[in-house]
């Protein structure tokens, strides 16, 4: 498999709000290091990147406008032509220009990294393809918290976001590693 040159990275909720204990157990400490190698290779490509910021409606939200929780972690500052689609639902594409900048761009295929897996990378993705968008999640570059069932059991961090990834995979997009995901770059962005 290979990507197009105008494959779009979308990067969801990289922020400081989930540094917060709150959230409990995360799977995948790697998830920001990779993502650091897939932004480092779409920028040197000069392919498009584009990052979501979850604005917390609520005033207990971690990641209320103005608090540190909002702001993108460390390493994640959007650079100058890399939009930001600020949101305040699960989905990248909801209140936001996202479709209709994927749409004016050209762009067909979008790779997703992000937080977490269940919420925010899932919604982006299934929307993303039921838009039509070509879909791909990286795997080992989202991460997920350990959540409670609906009888009061808890599931680990690494259970939901398997559960959340093989709910994706094949029926909403393609599930990938990052090194898959590097290979799949046009040839000069790997070098």
């Known amino acids: 498999m290979k990507l ?7 990067v969801i909720d990289v922020q400081e709000g989930f540094n917060d204990p709150r959230w409990g ?14 932004l480092a290779a779409w920028r040197a490509q000069n392919m498009p990147v584009m990052h979501a910021q979850h604005d917390s409606p609520g ?11 909002n702001r993108p972690k460390p390493g994640f500052m959007p650079l100058v032509g890399e939009s930001v689609h600020r949101k ?7 209140g936001t220009g ?18 977490t897996t269940n919420h925010c990378v899932s919604t982006t993705a299934r929307m993303a393809g039921n838009l039509g ?23 680990s961090a690494d259970e939901v976001h398997a559960a959340a990834l ?16 590097l290979a799949a770059l046009p040839a000069r962005a790997t070098a």
Request: glycine share 6%; with cysteine.
């Open 4 to 10: 197009p040159p105008s494959t779009a990275l979308l």
């Open 25 to 38: 157990e995360r799977n995948n400490p790697h998830a920001e290091e990779n993502i650091t190698r897939l």
């Open 59 to 69: 005033a207990d939200g971690a990641f209320r406008p103005g608090t540190p929780g």
């Open 88 to 94: 305040t639902v699960n989905s990248m594409f909801i």
């Open 98 to 115: 996202l479709e209709e900048e994927l749409r004016s761009r050209g762009v067909q295929t979008v790779v997703i990294v992000g937080l």
């Open 133 to 155: 968008f070509k879909t791909h999640v990286v795997s080992d570059a989202c991460a997920a918290f350990a959540r409670p069932t609906l009888d009061g059991l808890m599931r």
């Open 166 to 181: 093989s709910d994706l995979q094949d029926e909403f997009a393609t599930v990938l590693d990052t090194a898959a995901a």
